[in-house]
């Protein structure tokens, strides 16, 4: 029974932890953000690391006054995670669509013209990865489109899931880029954060998705084989025969 009430307390305590620290990460990404590296006046640097700090120190200890007060039955915990997980939603939200924003107003993909008139080799990752993405800006609009339409549908419980995985694709990918490309630490800070904070989200709906994905069969018609053999031979022949003609390409190469 000891055992057991332990096991009830570490599981509870760690539950409102977890999803209080999620939270003061994404608000912490969402001051820095609003601090725009203190380029804006009315949020000085020592105003957005004093906030940041609160953000940090309150997130770790809200959780134990909050399991102290429901242990003593003067709280309500479905209405602090609602509270906590619509926290996240928002400051997710806000904090990607105001990435999407920057790109419809030029603000972000810019390259200084003393930067981009620099041979290729002679320009870091950083300013090369902004080169190349600015240079459509078409696409840098369909970025912000996903980035702004991620973020609304984060809004609505009904739509969270699809958000949440479109924000996962899209900001996983943002945060491989800023890794290998070695951006400033800044951006790669927001994007390590904010992946986070979406598969956070993702992960609530954890049986959901199990069913989905892996106990839903598909209705696609197939091909009946006898032998599972067989079967399962002619699904690797496609990853090891394009291996073979990419290794015949290779070949041609002198």
Known sequence: MLEQSTLEFSDSILKKLGTS?????????????????????????????????????????????????????????TKIY????SGIRYAIAFNIASFGWKKFYGLQFIVPAEIANLPMNQQSGEWLTWFYFGHSHAFGIIIAVIQLVGGYLLLFRRTLL????????????????????????????????????????????????VFFFLKTKSNLPSLNFNSVFVKNSIRLSAIVLSLLFTIYLKSLVK
């Open 162 to 209: 699809i958000g949440s995985i479109i924000l996962f694709a899209l900001l996983s990918n943002l945060t491989l880029i800023n890794i290998f490309y070695q951006m400033n630490a800044g951006a790669l800070v927001q994007s390590v954060v904010l992946t986070i904070g979406v598969l956070f989200l993702i992960l609530l709906e954890y049986k959901k998705l």
């Open 21 to 77: 620290i999620i939270l003061g990460f994404v608000l912490t990404a969402l001051i820095l953000m609003l601090g725009n590296g203190g380029n804006v006046f009315w949020l000085p640097p020592i105003l957005v690391f004093s906030l940041v700090g609160i953000a940090l120190l309150s997130a770790i200890l809200f959780p134990f006054i909050w399991h102290y007060l429901e242990r003593k039955q003067k709280i309500n915990s």
């Open 82 to 85: 609602g509270f906590l997980y």
